[in-house]
């Protein structure tokens, strides 16, 4: 009996200490996905503060980089290398606007959603070219819809 508690209690710790360092996102970057070409899959993500993003490039020549102006307050921004996996813990609540560098012009954009999106009408301001702006308008009409 004995054996059998201290396993339930090294377990609950175990996963409880799991839980404390956040949970990780994937998204891939692809030539191709569910919603066209040059996407990010999923496109649109709400994580808690602490909750790693990794980005795969499934298909080479992208990267994740944020949008000047579209990332929190007392966010630092970042840059992928172009072809290579890109891990990011993301520790500032509010939106993240992220875009391919080569494929910005095509539309090839996410929105992160870390807590509270405090910073949403800011990021909805920032001007973006025409591609750009008509998939940002989508993301941005599911930061308040029930997931």
Request: overall charge negative; charged content about 25%; some cysteine.
């Amino acid at each position: 009996m004995k054996n059998v508690l201290f396993t339930a209690v090294a377990a609950a710790m175990i996963m409880a200490a799991g839980s404390a360092f956040g949970e990780e996102v994937k998204i891939k970057m692809l030539n191709e996905g569910a919603k066209g070409r040059m996407v990010f899959e999923p496109d649109f993500v709400k994580v808690d503060a602490g909750d790693t993003i990794t980005f795969v490039p499934t298909d080479e020549g992208h990267n994740a980089e944020t949008i000047k102006g579209m990332i929190p307050p007392g966010a630092e921004p970042f840059k992928s290398k172009i072809s290579a996996e890109f891990s990011v813990t993301l520790t500032e609540n509010g939106v993240y606007g992220i875009r391919c560098t080569p494929h910005y012009a095509l539309g090839m954009v996410a929105l992160i959603v870390v807590g509270t999106p405090e910073n949403v009408e800011e990021a909805k301001a920032v001007k973006v070219p025409a591609k750009p702006k008509k998939v940002f308008d989508e993301l941005f009409a599911q930061v308040d819809a029930p997931q």
